[in-house]
């Protein structure tokens, strides 16, 4: 009973990794005047998610990735990347005190960083 706080707390952090809260910030961004910004989530979560339908990964580490690697190179600034790199660590550790596979975490974090990194790339192309 004394953990079900830690149990509770856990599940809140990764809700940071969510489809809805990436859907969130994907609405956030498209308020914005950067067409290509919101172009590189857009390619990224595509391409996310069909790796994940695919290859069967955790949702919440890659997706959880692509918001953390975008709002980073967005805001630029040292602080929010510190804070931001904590709270995706926080959710990787909540997925292992929660107990879901290791393989499907780290499966899904590799799918994140080869969707943001593709789409981050290929984007720029396109409009640059």
């Not at 149990?7 to 990764?14: G, T």
């Not at 969510?18 to 005047?33: A, D, G, K, N």
């Not at 990224?44 to 959880?64: E, H, N, V």
């Not at 040292?78 to 909540?94: D, R, T, V």
């Amino acid at each position: 009973m004394k953990r079900e706080w830690l149990k509770e707390f856990a599940r809140d952090v990764i809700a940071l990794g969510s489809p809805i809260f990436f859907l969130l910030v994907l609405v956030r961004i498209s308020i914005l005047s950067k067409p290509y910004f919101l172009s590189q989530f857009i390619v990224a979560g595509i391409i996310f998610f069909l790796l994940a339908l695919i290859f069967k990964s955790d949702l919440y580490s890659g997706l959880g990735f692509i918001i953390l690697f975008f709002t980073i190179i967005y805001y630029n600034d040292l602080k929010f990347g510190i804070f931001a790199s904590l709270a995706y660590f926080a959710l990787i550790g909540s997925l292992y005190y929660l107990k879901k596979e290791r393989n499907n975490i780290l499966k899904g974090i590799s799918f994140g960083v080869i969707s943001a990194l593709i789409s981050y790339y290929l984007i720029k192309l396109v409009f640059f």
